[in-house]
Every structure is written in C-alpha cells, then in structure tokens.
C-alpha cells in the first residue's frame, strides 16, 4: 500500500480517520491490482454459464418453483463466489506488508496497526460485497424472466444475509493467515485448501464416518445458506445404513438455522482478533 501523507506531522489523526484512510487507499490498490476486475469478470462469468445451462436444458430442478429455482441456482454457487473474495482480497492483505516491505514505511508513521488491520479489512468485506451484489442482481434477474414475477421468496433474503456473514467469517479466517505467515503464495493457499478442500473432507469424515456433529467446521455453517431454501428444512441429522443387513450407517448432519449463525459468528470474532494479535505482535525487518 502506498505511504499515507497525514498533512500536519504534528497532527496524529483520529483512529476512525486512520482507519478510513487505510481502507481508502486498499481499495485504491484493488483497483489498480485488477483483483476486483478479475472477479468481477468470474462472477459474471459463472452467472452466463448458469443462464445457458438453464435457458437450454431447463432442468426440473431450477424452475419448478422459484423457491427450488434460487436453491439450485444460488445454492449451489454462491460460497464458491464468496471463498474466492476472501481469497482475492484478503490472501495477501497483511502478508503483502511484509513481503513487499510495504509495511517497514507504513508503521513508521504514528498510525496504530489496528487501523490498518481494520482499515483492509473494510476494504476487502466492501469489494466482497460488491462482487455478491452483482451475481444477486444476475440471480434474481433470472428468476424475474423464468417466474415473471419481481418477488423474491424470504428464504432468499434470509439466505443473502447468510452470505454476508460468511463473507465476513471467511475474511476473518484468511486474514488470520495472512497475519500468520510473511509470504503472501503461502497464505493464499493454506486459505484456499483449508476452504475448499480441507473442512469438506473434515467434515465428511466426521460426520458421515464418525458420526459426530460438525460443529466446529466453518463451512459446516455455511451450509445454512443452501438449507434456508428447502422446503421443508433438512432434519438435523440423517442415517442411512449401507445395507439391509450392514450393522454401519452412514449419517448427514444438517446445521440448524442458529447453529450455522453461531459457528460463522464466532470464527469472525476468533479469527479477526487473533489475526489482529498476531499483526499486533510481529515484527518488521
């Protein structure tokens, strides 16, 4: 990020302003990074390529009701869209301070690292944000032309709401790993594996193997963003055995509603301040 000029160096400004600033100028340096074009490009991409897919094979699935049509169509995608923001934007929002030597200058100015931590932050939720609202506007825009209909089920809002809270934990979690290592390749790809493969693995395994509620998996609670759109609401839990004679079954756990809100809470919370703590705590050389 480039070097802040606060005017006055008698002045130290707020920490609100600091803040403010810091976030102005990350999402100066997304832009000018292409990051927000790049995904903004993936997003609309991955919307076309739904479009088509529904408009030639209208599948059953999506346009028996609008209900199962968001279900299908954003159930199905939206975390993918979500993981990736975190990703783009908060990969290498700390781990880029010390890689690049960026941060050696920026806190040699009387600016707290609170701020900057909060101010990128913001500035990554925001463009995250920016990117769902573009697929939200391409999803409802095509439930309006195959429903003619302008009304959005709750279940959707609910669902939306949903995403912007797992926009938020998931940027916790990949700020928590930008702050832990001073290499931006290796904190972009612990996030991705750990998000798009290893909590869906862990959660198979203990889960369907071991029979145990995920609870402590993040996107064990993300799933409430797809469950809020069925109709009736997945039970809890499932177990199917695996003959008619077999003594071993083979459970699915559902994440209740408040369940789900509790388990990206908390890893907002938990993620961000370690996160902080860590960028609190290490050094620049």
Known sequence: MENTNFGDKNIVPSSFMQTFLIAKYTSIDYLRSRKFLILLIIAVLIGILLTTIVGYFRPSSFLSSPLSFYSSWWGMSVTFIIILSAVFFG?????GEFQNK???FTVGNPIRRSSIYIGKFLAAVLFSLMILLVFTAITVGNAAYYFNSSSVPYQFIESLLLSVLYIVSAMGLVFFFSS???????SIIVAVILLLFVFSLLQTLV???AHVQP???????AQSISNVLS?????????????????FSISSYYVRLGEGVLIMFFYFIVTTVAGLFLFEKKEFN
């Open 180 to 186: 832990m290592f001073k290499s931006s390749t290796i």
């Open 91 to 95: 990969g290498d929002a700390i781990s």
């Open 231 to 247: 109709n009736p609401y997945p039970p809890a839990v499932v177990s199917l055995p695996l003959s008619a004679r077999a003594s």
């Open 102 to 104: 960026t941060g050696y």
């Open 215 to 221: 609870w402590f998996i993040l996107t064990y609670g």
């Open 207 to 209: 889960g369907t193997l």
